[in-house]
């Protein structure tokens, strides 16, 4: 148990539509880094927030948004969904500060699997 | 070309073997990590390193930062070491870069 957790577990959407996944972070822990995995496939970096304020963001279009909560948990919104969006989204929680080096490992959450059809 | 890749892509081992997973990178780093994905998706993270060598259990990583490679070794291999063992090292900020991932499984 990393102390991370993600709502839903499994989602199943149709093409067009929105969605939005969450993450609650470990405790103490401010920033969170969103992920995308497609089948068989590492992660790939979404963007990551650091005390409610976007941080760096990876190669993805802008129907991919972020928010973080004042208590650090975060949304991931994915709009005008596509079927190359299936995929597992992870979340990962760390401690750090903006620009500088990270302290510490990163933790994972269980993961959203998300199917469009 | 991958900025992270990682060999081999899939590894049978039988139990009580010493198993070896490589991972080589091309971009600086401030760290890398070795994770660990079970079939259920989750992701474990087993090692940060940023430089030699660091042990836990039968779990052995090992960095040459000059050589831009990192190995994992598992000694004594069980079958419920079989997962996906991932190589990821972070660039800028907090970014990780993930490798493809190496399946392992080790049977009875």
């Known amino acids: 148990e990393t102390g991370v957790t993600q709502s839903p577990t499994h989602l199943i959407k149709t093409r067009g539509q929105q969605v939005t996944l969450r993450c609650s972070s470990q405790s103490g822990h401010n920033t969170v880094s969103w992920y995308q995995q497609a089948l068989g496939q590492g992660p790939q970096f979404i963007f990551q927030?650091?005390?409610?304020?976007?941080?760096g963001r990876g190669n993805f279009p802008p129907r991919f948004s972020g928010l973080q909560f004042p208590n650090y948990s975060s949304e991931l919104n994915v709009n005008a969904l596509e079927l190359d969006d299936s995929a597992l989204y992870l979340c990962?929680?760390?401690?750090?500060?903006?620009?500088?080096?990270?302290?510490?490992?990163?933790?994972f959450g269980p993961g959203t699997r998300l199917l469009v059809l | 070309k991958n900025e992270v890749e990682q060999s081999p892509q899939n590894l049978t081992a039988q139990e009580g073997e010493f198993i070896t997973i490589n991972c080589s990178y091309s971009v600086g780093i401030s760290a890398l990590h070795w994770l660990q994905q079970h079939p259920g998706g989750g992701i474990v993270s087993l090692f940060m390193?940023?430089?030699g060598k660091k042990k836990h259990g039968r779990l052995i990583a090992t960095i040459n930062i000059q050589e831009k490679h990192s190995s994992l070794h598992i000694t004594a291999s069980h079958p419920r070491d079989s997962a996906v063992y991932i190589c990821a090292v972070r660039t800028s900020g907090s970014r990780l870069t993930f490798g493809e991932g190496t399946q392992l499984t080790v049977n009875p």
């Open positions: 990962a929680s760390s401690s750090g500060l903006a620009g500088v080096r990270v302290r510490g490992t990163q933790y």
């Open positions: 927030y650091y005390r409610e304020e976007e941080n």
């Open positions: 390193l940023s430089s």
